[in-house]
């Protein structure tokens, strides 16, 4: 991945949180996902990360499992079901993924 973070235009209506920290998928790099993700599992904080899309027929946020639980969501439509399964591919549904599980995602999505 570039230094500078994600670029493509579905972008714009990318955000990632990490705990606290929210960001524009724009400026999220490598070291700052690997930072944030190591710094809560070393205090002993739940690895609570969210990813929000909104982009054309594209409405859903995926959280990992240490995020609070909230209200069920619809059935996925359309891309949506990919996207979840890239999700899942990448373990991100379970408390095993690394921060690079988590950038791989990113960078998957961005070819969809």
């Known amino acids: 991945m ?10 714009t209506m ?6 606290n920290d929210d960001r524009d998928v724009r400026d999220v790099t490598f070291p700052w996902l ?33 995020c609070p639980a909230g209200e069920g969501g619809r059935p996925f439509r359309g891309d949506e079901r990919k996207i ?7 373990k991100l549904d379970t408390d095993q993924f690394t921060a690079r599980d988590l950038e791989e995602f990113l960078t998957a999505i961005r070819k969809l």
Do not use: N, Y
Not at 38 to 53: M, N, T
């Open 2 to 11: 570039a230094s500078g973070g994600f670029s493509c235009i579905l972008e």
């Open 14 to 19: 990318i955000r990632i949180t990490i705990g």
């Open 34 to 66: 690997r930072s944030a993700v190591e710094q809560l599992r070393q205090s002993g904080s739940p690895v609570c990360v969210k990813v929000s899309i909104a982009v054309g027929e594209i409405d859903m946020i995926l959280a990992t499992r240490d």
């Open 84 to 90: 979840f399964e890239l999700w899942k591919a990448r």
